[in-house]
């Protein structure tokens, strides 16, 4: 599956469990990818790259936001 990289104003829009939803997704297939490194080659191994920056990238809007919600 290509991943693709989410730009940081599509992640804003996004409802908490639609993040929470895409985290899951990236995880697994982030988990997937690095299983498969170790036994063959990756087609694109940019790819597990992506997977972990929308990884981060997902887990820091949700930090933004609780830190948001705690503070108001």
Do not use: H, W
Request: zero cysteines; a positive charge; aromatic letters at 4%.
């Amino acid at each position: 599956m290509a991943l693709e990289q989410l730009k940081l104003s599509m992640i804003r829009e996004m409802t908490d469990v639609e993040i929470r939803a895409k985290i899951a997704e990236y995880q697994k297939e982030g988990f997937g990818m690095r299983f498969k490194q170790a036994t063959e080659v990756l087609a694109n191994p940019n790819e597990l790259r992506i997977a972990r920056r929308t990884v981060a990238r997902l887990q820091t809007v949700l930090a933004e936001r609780a830190a948001k919600a705690k503070s108001a």
